[in-house]
């Protein structure tokens, strides 16, 4: 199965738009990181940014997984994202090329949890 997650970059406040531009750097930095590490597991970075308004940038990954095992280290990795840079974060799967929401998670909505999230995924 293929799978996303996103830093959610749509309806934000004015200061947390400023905040995620201003952070945009690390956040593509950590995320290339993990990318080169694993490079292997058939990872691949989002990185659409280009645009002058954050609510249409696509930031995160994309990566196959097998089980639910395989949603741990990504999700601990985009929780980690959330608390040290207060944003929240999209998973779901993919598709036909269609991504498709199934949980969100991160300063606003809470700490995500893999193994619920392997749930909703059907992993």
């Not at 406040?13 to 590490?37: F, G, I, R, W």
Request: glycine share 6%; charged share 25%; proline share 2%.
């Amino acid at each position: 199965m293929d799978i996303y997650l996103l830093i959610a970059c749509d309806r934000l406040e004015d200061s947390e738009e400023a905040q995620l531009k201003s952070n945009l750097p690390k956040l593509q930095a950590v995320l290339q990181t993990y990318v080169d590490a694993n490079g292997t597991n058939n990872i691949t970075l989002i990185n659409e940014c280009d645009s002058e308004f954050c609510e249409d940038w696509q930031l995160g990954i994309s990566q196959s997984v097998k089980k639910s095992i395989h949603l741990k280290f990504p999700v601990n990795l985009f929780n980690d994202l959330a608390k040290e840079f207060g944003i929240d974060c999209e998973i779901g799967s993919i598709e036909n090329e269609k991504r498709e929401p199934v949980s969100y998670f991160g300063k606003n909505e809470g700490k995500g949890d893999s193994f619920l999230i392997a749930q909703y995924l059907g992993l």
